[in-house]
């Protein structure tokens, strides 16, 4: 053999060798023989990531990508339950990261049979059924290496498929908050038909979505409350959407997406016996913990557009005048009146309409009313005997203390009170806010003549306010403003 030629051989042995040098050991979990057993990791943030480099291609293949895979690594879990959720979860990767599948099967090393699969990028969950509790089951995660696809490591978990994986088995909720997760759901759309799309839950992609349901109870608001809203792995944020219809026919009027803290969502237009279904989603397959609840406000018995108290001078009674825009099991209103604002008594009772969607008008005449100022208010009756009222309404009849003026009025800071008296005395001065409770009361030194008071009026809180001043022989009201 030349001197060349045994050169040029010594060469491409060295470069072989060099080949096999530049190469790294396989995984530990490179053959079915050493899975890795993950039994009891439920999600992302539990399981250990392990390293695809060097993997080689290990029989059999899966049938969900068989023509590209060339490196594969196992996991084994123990069932259960009979219907589980089986992830292989793109945890971190080196350059670029192609899709990856998950195959599980049944059996033993050497004579598996495929009992699931799926193909996708980053997060790949395949849906079990049928399985045999306390039964091994191995996993294997394949990938295409080389060309545009850079390294890839992956984490694996298996978990009980929960009931809202899919929106027929959407959880109900209501107003004590739930706190609840979308752990080992799979992809929206596989369970309904229709199917969605990530559109409607504001989403690039879905991995991972739970489903609740509210079936509407009032014809009233609705408002959706997620809390606490924790998001990790993957991209680590939430994409939500909402619904009405039933699963098959899924109505989707708006979505949300974000990276935590709360969304709350006020729904309107809808009428008893509605369903609202929301769709929480992890961005990238993100594992989300939250706390979810609905409160659908009670309908308001009635709509009242105003009420009114006129003192008609020729007639010598109070007019009372009201205008509903719509009732709601109203039984009847009951109008009341008051010297001082805290004790009533009945004027008159009107029946009202029951339930109504039209504007009705009511009137009722007090004839013999009290003299000086006076007081008000509406109560409503429904038919199963709660009662609302209406805030306090102010009429005044000329008579008592003479000239009654409150001065400057809107009192910024102190306000001053004159009037004049027919006789020396000690009266009362009270201070009532507009819904008639008791502010201020205290005793004043009158004198026969013209009375200049200053009111406490320094530390009340801006609005409007009634005032009434009297003593054994007169009593005159004035209402005043507070800036």
């Known amino acids: 053999m030349s001197l060349n030629k045994l050169f040029f051989l010594v060469s491409i042995l060295l470069i072989n060798t ?37 993997a080689t291609l290990d029989a059999p293949l899966s049938s969900c990508n068989t023509s590209t895979e060339d490196q594969t690594t196992w996991y084994s879990f123990v069932a259960t339950s009979t219907d589980m959720t089986a992830t292989g979860d793109n945890a971190a990767s080196g350059g670029v990261s192609c899709s990856h599948s998950t195959t599980v099967y049944s059996g033993g090393c050497g004579g598996l049979t495929e009992i699931g699969c799926n193909y996708d990028f980053d997060i790949v969950s395949v849906q079990l059924t049928g399985l045999t509790v306390g039964v091994t089951y191995y996993v294997q995660i394949s990938y295409a290496s080389g060309g545009p696809c850079g390294n890839l490591d992956i984490c694996f978990y298996a978990c009980d498929t929960p009931t809202e994986d899919a929106c027929a088995g959407a959880v109900a909720i209501g107003p004590t908050p739930q706190s ?75 979505c949300v997406s974000g990276a935590g803290g709360t969304v709350t969502v006020t729904i309107t237009g809808l009428t008893a016996g509605q369903v609202v279904t929301v769709a929480i989603d992890g961005n990238a ?75 009705n008008g009511y009137e009722l005449a007090d004839d013999n009313p009290y003299k000086g100022t006076s007081y008000y208010r509406l109560a409503q009756t429904d038919l199963d005997g709660t009662t609302e009222y209406s805030k306090l309404v102010a009429v005044k009849i000329d008579a008592g203390f003479g000239n009654l003026n409150v001065f400057p ?54 609005g409007m306010y009634f005032l009434t001043v009297g003593n054994d022989n007169e009593t005159s009201n004035i209402k005043f403003i507070k800036d």
Request: hydrophobic share 40%; proline share 5%.
């Open 18 to 54: 060099s080949l096999v040098w530049a190469g790294g050991a396989p995984p530990a979990n490179d053959a079915c023989a050493g899975a890795i057993d993950a039994s009891g990791v439920t999600n992302s943030t539990a399981c250990t990531v392990g390293a695809m480099d060097d």
């Open 180 to 254: 609840l997760d979308n752990f080992c759901t799979t992809p929206g759309p596989t369970a309904n038909s229709p199917t969605i799309t990530p559109a409607n839950l504001c989403a690039g992609s879905l991995e991972n979505t739970a489903w609740y349901s509210f079936t509407v109870l009032n014809t009233a608001d609705v408002i959706m409350t997620i809390d606490n809203i924790v998001c990790t792995g993957g991209g680590a944020g939430f994409q939500i959407g909402f619904f009405t219809g039933p699963c098959g026919n899924l109505n989707n009027f708006g």
């Open 285 to 359: 397959g993100a594992n989300c913990t939250y706390d979810i609840s609905v409160t659908n406000t009670l309908p308001l018995p009635i709509d009242l557009m105003s009420f009114d108290a006129q003192y008609i001078e020729a007639s010598a009674l109070i007019d009372l005048t009201w205008i509903t825009a719509s009732e709601t099991n109203n039984d009847f209103f009951t109008v009341e009146r008051s010297k001082d604002g805290e004790t009533f008594e009945v004027v008159g009772i009107v029946d009202g309409a029951g339930n109504s969607t039209m504007v």
């Open 409 to 462: 009025n809107p009192i910024e800071g102190v306000g001053y009170l004159t009037f004049n008296s027919n006789v020396d005395a000690i009266s009362i001065l009270v201070i009532y806010d507009v819904s008639g409770r008791k502010i201020i009361s205290q005793e004043i030194n009158t004198i026969k003549g013209d009375n200049e008071i200053m009111l406490p009026t320094s530390n009340l809180p801006e």
